[in-house]
């Protein structure tokens, strides 16, 4: 687009205050509220039945009988039909018009709206070059791959130049190259047009990958929204680190307390030193929680966490390796092995080690 467009299509906010909806006696969405800011890339993320598709439909205009308010713009739209929002959305199916050739497809929006052919042609055009589909215009939807009708729904979303553009799961039925290819281009159509965009999503790395904050979900409630990293070093409770990334987490009893630092036992008696977010006191019981990819193999420095353990196996991954240690009679810790190394085999003695830093105690679930 040129820069007059894309300077027209810069984001808008959006306030959600204390959002409840109720289906008979299921609680879909629990006094969610949320602000976004102008521009923000916002992913809710969450397994099936969080909340985080009935609160994009909210924001819409499409779910119907909630309590609580929604503003975009600094406009309350709570009783405003979808048509009147001004926001472009994109399915997971997609919804394309089968017998429409692309260019009508991503026109449709702007006939609906009354828009004189001369300007829907440029506007059209533009769109299209945007999604790099410019030589596509004239085929039929069936006669494009995946990934190109992924990019006409895109294109008709943002061909009228909303605010605001909301995304359910729209990549979730591709396959895994080609999400990969379609969230870096996403991700850079955010870049060039400015816009806010909404993502609803199941999958973590899309979610780390494409967004400026994330807004995990969770029994309708938001569990934690934060930075991609502050989500993944930083997780509020066990449910988030699990969900976030691979965790290994086991159960610890607080000994002492001393600023960001405390110290636990843990894994048969052994003390460790961690850190942590919530205050424990001494005697709690807690979780630690580590990533696999802190855990270091029979290293002799920087361990000021280390435990002798036997190898159960090692999985083979290309370009690293997998090594699950048991540790005690009830714990097992996973490890992720550079292959460049030595391998290891089932049955082997290794120490196991982490810095007190990768080491976070949460609170029991």
Known sequence: MTREKVEATLGASVQIRNLKLIYGDFTAVDDVSLDIA????LTMLGPSGSGKTTTMMA???FAQGYSGSIAIGGRRVDELPPHRRNIGVVFQHLALFPHMTVADNIAFP???RGVSKGEIAG???QALDL???KQLGDRLPAQLSGGQQQRVAIARALVFSPPLLLLDEPLGALDRKLRDTLQLELKELHRKLGITIVLVTHDQVEAILLSDRVAVMNDGRIAQIATPTDLYFSPVNRFVADFVGESVCFPATVRTVDGDRCGV???GGQRFQARHLHGPRPGETVEIMLRPEHVRLDEQRGMENAIEGTVIDSIFLGDHSRVRVAVSSADTISAVVD???TSRGSGERVRVGWAAADALVLPPN
């Open 38 to 41: 102008p521009g923000e890339f």
């Open 59 to 61: 924001i819409a205009g």
């Open 110 to 112: 702007l006939v609906m």
């Open 123 to 125: 506007r059209v055009r």
């Open 131 to 133: 999604v790099q589909l």
């Open 265 to 267: 036992e843990a894994l």
């Open 339 to 341: 292959n460049r190394g």
